[in-house]
């Protein structure tokens, strides 16, 4: 944005993007309240604890049905300590303020989706929270296709925009916004905004197709893939709905008895679309969330399903299980430390090499400090750490693969810094290699 906007590269509506820092993201947000109200179409971007701050902005844009995007790259909220990779706690955390969520799982999704996303804003008169993994969708560099400019002006509704900014606030035509209301009026007026919940459902759809017919891509609400009729139902949002995909369907060539609902449209949570997408055959249902809700007898992912199955329980007749979970068994630990294999057998507790086993996680450690150093990078661990990363993850072609594309990419990034900077780059990219990465036995007997 910040390239196109220096360009001077107009957009859709043929103006040149304006980028202002704000002192904070309540500053950036308290700006997009102020640009809605008086007729001008803004968007924000942020994640984690900076979504947070936004929140009272958010029950006012959505109360006073103001149409903007916020992009939001999800990620863990700092608590006890601060991590910075991706959960869902800062999506969660904005439910209750009644803006629309929307999932994206990669990068093609987020560019197919984003503007289909800004119409229904218009056309719902509604904010709008998009929203991707941060740290693993938000920072994947991948191949896309891209719209023409003539496809992105199909998104566009000079009605709908008509619409809003005669909405908006001019003193031309001075009104009264923002007043106090007693509980009687107040309620009633919050509920009258009901209607508003399926006329976003429907713009979204409406939109949605637009989409897979520039495309040919499929998006819903919730989208199903899999056996016609599996016994067993995964649901799932986020990037890890392309891994679950893949596992399902590795899984049916075996047994055509499995199948994933990838959630796209989160809230307004659309019962009638997701009854209507599960397969009536499904015996057992697994729904996994990325997030930890402190005190509640279930993710929040898990109670919208229980709830919508208990309500249309008659159409699920062989349906005899619905379990919930954080995800996932089977996963990679990497520790990165100076300390030899069997030093790491003796000092690791007996608990901690349980729970590893029992969640049937593989545990690896490298000594990215060493190698970093080894390959002329000083301290800067992250190039050897992703690599370690890439190569617990990929097969050999994969990896080899996965390399070379790095390496362009330092190539292109660092080349200016000096010759130098790219070759110990590369060289601590060479340096991950079986023999730097020892398997820890996790049995804890």
Request: net charge neutral; hydrophobic share 40%; glycine share 6%.
């Amino acid at each position: 944005m910040d390239i196109y906007s220096a360009k001077k590269k107009a957009n859709v509506l043929g103006n040149v993007v304006d980028i202002i820092q704000m002192q904070s993201e309540v500053g950036a947000i308290a700006a997009v309240h102020g640009a809605l109200q008086t007729g001008v179409l803004s968007s924000t971007f942020t994640s984690s604890q900076g979504l947070l701050l936004m929140l009272p902005n958010l029950y006012k844009l959505r109360g006073e049905m103001l149409p903007s995007v916020i992009y939001v790259a999800s990620r863990s909220i700092a608590s006890r300590s601060l991590s910075i990779f991706c959960d869902h706690q800062d999506i969660y955390a904005t439910r209750i303020t009644g803006v629309p969520i929307v999932s994206a799982a990669s990068v093609q999704e987020i560019l197919d989706l984003a503007p289909a996303i800004h119409a229904s804003s218009l056309q719902a008169s509604s904010p709008f929270i998009f929203f991707f993994d941060g740290f693993r969708t938000g920072h994947e560099t991948q191949k896309v296709e891209e719209y023409t400019q003539e496809m992105y002006n199909q998104f566009l509704n000079n009605d709908d925009l008509t619409k809003f900014r005669n909405r908006t606030m001019t003193p031309m035509d001075p009104d009264t916004r923002g007043t106090s209301e007693d509980e009687s009026s107040f309620f009633q007026s919050i509920e009258s905004q009901n209607f508003q919940n399926q006329l976003i459902i429907d713009s979204v759809k409406e939109q949605f197709k637009k989409v897979e017919k520039l495309t040919g891509r499929h998006y819903a609400p919730f989208v199903y893939n899999g056996a016609k009729n599996p016994k067993y139902v995964m649901i799932i949002m986020g990037s890890a709905t392309e891994i679950a995909e893949e596992t399902i369907n590795n899984l049916n060539e075996k047994n055509d008895e499995y199948g994933v609902i990838k959630v796209h449209l989160y809230r307004p949570f659309s019962v009638k679309d997701f009854v209507n997408v599960l397969p009536k055959s499904v015996q057992k249902i697994v729904v996994l969330d990325r997030a930890k809700e402190w005190g509640a007898n279930g993710e929040p992912l898990y109670l919208d399903t229980v709830a919508t199955i208990n309500e249309n329980k008659d159409q699920f007749k062989k349906l005899d299980l619905i379990i919930g979970g954080r995800y996932g068994k089977n996963g990679i630990f990497l520790l990165n430390t100076q300390r030899t294999s069997q030093e790491i057998v003796e000092i690791l507790p007996n608990r901690m090499k349980k729970q590893l086993a029992d969640k049937n996680a593989k545990f690896y450690i490298i000594d990215a400090m060493k190698l970093s150093k080894e390959a002329g990078l000083g301290e800067r661990m992250n190039t050897v750490i992703q690599m370690a990363f890439l190569y617990l993850i990929s097969d050999e072609k994969k990896f080899n693969e996965s390399k070379q594309t790095l390496k362009d990419i330092v190539e292109k990034t660092y080349g200016k810094k000096g010759q130098d900077i790219v070759e110990a780059n590369f060289k601590a990219m060479d340096l991950v290699s079986k023999e730097n990465l020892l398997e820890i036995n996790v049995d804890p007997h």
